[in-house]
């Protein structure tokens, strides 16, 4: 189970989902799919990144090894209650995802990447962005602000609107209209390390990206692809903008993942349940396990 503020409730299960919102988000944008997966009886956890929630100042605060510390803690808490669990997030969540496989292979069974930004190459990039690319002092790179895509990253208006409402309700004290260049910054500095990593990740991956994504390119999703180790599930999205937890397609995307998160599960108990038993040798009128 999940609580309002995002800690499990007890222990509903052995398998647990932890899923990870995006750069300037909440919680709140990937709720569709926490509650679906709740309600197949997965232990889900939503933590919220460290620096959101407030002011722009307090995100500004922030570096990209704070966001992965909230990332990581979540882990950890839902590691205590659940022998498997996948990890997803969308966007900036989705790479914090991969860094979190990448360096606790024992504890990050799958990975459900949603809209993963390594770069911007969406259409609603702003003209600058080339420019931005030669700055790597946060000081300098707070001088740029990169508006929020004229659609917020959502195909569908009525959902549009009605998600825009909700990211206010969820505790954010108001939906941002822009990102500030030092956080975009981070998140690029973030986005160097993993890729740093990408051939050690040998875990399952699914990636669901929409094919006119206006912020994070499908080239995203396809470099992934060829360079994660382990097996890739590429789903492109044909009716959706980068916010594809909230979109048009949502139930897709909450089916694709029930879907991969059960065929993780199920092959995981496979495995345990066909494991040899330890075989007993008697060494001296004791018997101990070869």
Not at 32 to 44: E, Q
Not at 82 to 105: E, N, Q, Y
Not at 125 to 137: A, E, N, Q, T, V
Not at 270 to 287: C, D, F, K, W
Request: with cysteine; charged share 20%.
């Amino acid at each position: 189970m999940q609580s309002s503020d995002g800690k499990p409730e007890g222990k509903s299960g052995r398998v647990g989902v932890l899923l990870i919102h995006g750069l300037c988000g909440s919680p709140s944008e990937i709720r569709f799919v926490a509650n679906g997966l709740m309600r197949s009886g997965y232990t889900v956890l939503c933590p919220q990144l460290a620096g959101h929630g407030g002011s722009e100042a307090d995100l500004m605060a922030t570096t990209w090894q704070d966001w992965y510390a909230s990332a990581e803690k979540g882990l950890e808490e839902l590691s205590a209650t659940c022998d498997t669990v996948i990890v997803g997030g969308l966007s900036t969540g989705a790479v914090l995802s991969l860094m979190l496989a990448a360096r606790h292979p024992d504890k990050v069974h799958a990975v459900a990447l949603y809209s993963p930004t390594l770069w911007l190459s969406g259409r609603q990039i702003p003209w600058y962005l080339p420019l931005f690319r030669l700055i790597d002092s946060k000081r300098l790179a707070n001088l740029f602000r990169f508006p929020v895509p004229m659609h917020v990253g959502i195909k569908d208006r009525r959902i549009r609107d009605f998600i825009q409402g909700a990211m206010a309700a969820g505790g954010a004290k108001s939906v941002p209209s822009a990102t500030p260049g030092g956080a975009v910054l981070e998140r690029r500095r973030l986005a160097k390390e993993v890729m740093k990593d990408l051939g050690a990740i040998t875990q399952p991956v699914l990636i669901l990206h929409a094919r006119e994504d206006d912020y994070a390119g499908l080239d995203n999703a396809a470099y992934l692809q060829r360079e994660l180790a382990g097996p890739v599930d590429l789903v492109v999205l044909e009716d959706s903008y980068h916010m594809v937890t909230v979109d048009r397609q949502r139930h897709v995307v909450l089916d694709r993942t029930a879907a991969f998160v059960s065929r993780i599960a199920g092959s995981i108990a496979e495995s345990i349940r066909t494991r040899p038993a330890p075989q007993l040798h008697v060494i001296g009128g004791q018997a101990a396990a070869a």
